[in-house]
């Protein structure tokens, strides 16, 4: 987009900022600019946007795309963030946003957000196993299916300019999860990285589930379709067949429905 479209796009959009990385960036540019153009003075002068609110807007649309250091630095940059409703490293065997936001207040900004998770990243890239794991599930909270989606700017959760779409993708979590089952110490904690793989593959699931015939589970004794089983049960296969002796399993069996419905009929 032009950068003139891009000033005008912004005097409407000031509220939600809403607009793609590109277009922040072009904004900054602009701002910092010392030979601006005639449209480009008389829509600053009409609609001055302040370099803080672009601050804000460049770190969230970095936060969504998982930018987590540069994201760090935006928010720097201004000198604030919102604050998180809950605790974004918080997992549950069965996910329950209202209960996290009703009992467990957040304490951290998106500021702090970014940098714990720039620096949980680094830890795992050096073999931190613990580090993996939490990184992973900040990964898996910051989507749709978890308790801290207030993280991402909800103008940005739809959009389509990102490099990378990533609020409704299980693409990233995924690919952390598997790092963390790489580095899980014992079978407890391997465990319940495998049931975490397993709820991103049901996640992927539902955002598909109008193109796949499926079984119900509640109170039904036949198998999943098979396609099902093929592309959104491996993980389960596995938690069953060689983590049937843990505590984990023990409890994952309990209190998920889905899981008990596998184990049940298959």
């Not at 598909?208 to 396609?227: F, H, Q, W």
């Amino acid at each position: 987009m032009p950068l003139e479209r891009v000033l005008f796009a912004s005097m409407y959009r000031s509220v939600e900022g809403d607009l793609s990385y590109p277009e922040i960036v072009m904004l900054e540019k602009s701002y910092h600019n010392k030979e601006k153009s005639l449209i480009e003075r008389l829509i600053w002068k009409k609609e001055p946007i302040s370099l803080s609110q672009i601050g804000e807007w460049k770190g969230d649309a970095l936060l969504a795309m998982h930018r987590f250091e540069e994201a760090a630095i935006a928010y720097k940059g201004i000198g604030r963030s919102q604050f998180l409703i809950t605790d974004p490293f918080l997992i549950h065997v069965v996910d329950c946003h209202d209960c996290d936001h009703r009992d467990v207040l957040g304490t951290l900004s998106r500021l702090q957000f970014a940098e714990k998770m720039h620096a949980l990243n680094s830890k795992a890239q050096n073999g931190d196993a613990q580090a993996a794991l939490e990184y992973a599930n900040g990964l898996y909270n910051i989507t749709w299916f978890g308790n801290s989606r207030d993280a991402i700017n909800s103008s940005l959760q739809e959009a389509e300019e990102l490099e990378v779409s990533t609020f409704y993708s299980m693409d990233a979590p995924y690919a952390a999860y598997e790092r963390a089952l790489k580095l899980a110490p014992g079978k407890e904690k391997k465990a319940f990285v495998l049931f975490m793989l397993a709820k991103c593959e049901q996640n992927r699931f539902e955002m598909k589930e109008n193109e796949i015939s499926y079984t119900a589970y509640y109170g039904d004794d036949l198998p999943c379709d098979p396609v099902k089983n093929q592309e959104f049960r491996k993980n389960f296969a596995l938690l069953k067949s060689s983590y049937a002796n843990t505590e984990f399993y023990k409890l994952v069996l309990k209190e998920c429905s889905y899981f008990e419905h596998y184990v049940r009929v298959h």
